[in-house]
């Protein structure tokens, strides 16, 4: 795993090594209509993490993702902290077997002012962690499955 404060916006991002799932952390919970909470999806590409991030306080329809972003681990610790969706939310914390658990700050764009900050606890969950595959290297991961997702959910604009 990485060295503390290794960064992956620093390494090449097209070095062929494998991109190997890590799992789908998430505290999404459903009402009849509308869906609330976080998700992250993780890969481990050599010794980096990369992945997106999801999130939702609307209708079950309504999800936003983005890319993780100035991701740094640390696999002696698991200390973990990454940015998402356009540097919105910063998240500190831990990555542990079955968990992503730490304080997620949501930040206003415009002004850059905290708009909230919340424990959260993420649950590995073994049916969408099936769901997701491995590819050959951070090129074909990008190309065959986060622009893709990016394009329907992620910011506006931005991919």
Do not use: C
């Amino acid at each position: 795993m990485a060295s503390p404060g290794a960064s992956p916006t620093s390494q090449s991002s097209g070095d062929g090594t494998r991109v190997i799932v890590e799992g789908e952390f998430s505290n999404i919970r459903y009402t009849e209509d509308h869906a609330y909470g976080q998700s992250v999806q993780l890969w481990r590409q050599g010794s980096r993490l990369l992945g997106l991030f999801m999130f939702t306080d609307g209708l079950q329809a309504d999800f936003h993702t983005g890319l993780l972003e100035h991701v740094r681990f640390n696999s002696a610790t698991g200390e973990l902290s990454f940015d998402a969706y356009v540097a919105q939310f910063h998240f500190e914390g831990r990555l542990e077997k079955a968990t992503i658990n730490g304080v997620l700050k949501r930040i206003y764009p415009v002004e850059g002012r905290r708009v909230a900050e919340d424990h959260v606890i993420l649950k590995r969950d073994a049916l969408l962690t099936d769901s997701l595959r491995d590819y050959p290297s951070e090129d074909e991961w990008r190309n065959r499955y986060a622009n893709e997702v990016l394009k329907r959910l992620g910011p506006p604009g931005k991919y």
